[in-house]
């Protein structure tokens, strides 16, 4: 699998180039930084989701419908939007007490 990190880095700048905003977090310590995202109303936005923890997080939220895996020291992207203002939470259902997290479009 070593070529997937490659191809995940050229996606991601292939994407970055096509001028989709995009928004990096990081889990670290089964918290999230940063926890409170601003992003744009009624675009799509990629979020990316860095996981430093050895530890899998499952990012999740019901208001952006997603819920996906991350593994440890692994990252990965996911699209959300376009999104009408307002607030939308989100946290790591594995750390639940510590990783919690907002995702606020205006
Ligand atoms: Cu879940």
Redesign the pocket.
């Known amino acids: 699998m070593k070529w997937l990190t490659p191809l995940v880095a050229f996606l991601l700048a292939a994407d970055a180039l096509a001028g989709k905003p995009q928004f990096e977090i990081e889990i670290k310590n089964h918290m999230f930084y940063p926890d409170r995202v601003v992003v744009p109303v009624g675009t799509k936005v990629r979020l990316i989701i860095h996981n430093r923890d050895d530890k899998p997080e499952?990012f999740?939220s019901f208001e952006l419908n997603r819920?996906k895996v991350i593994a440890g020291n692994a990252t990965t992207a996911i699209f959300i939007g376009p999104l009408s203002a307002g607030e939308y939470p989100f946290f790591g259902?594995f750390n639940l007490e510590t990783a919690q997290g907002m995702i606020i479009a205006e």
Do not use: A, C, M
């Open positions: 499952e999740e819920e259902e």
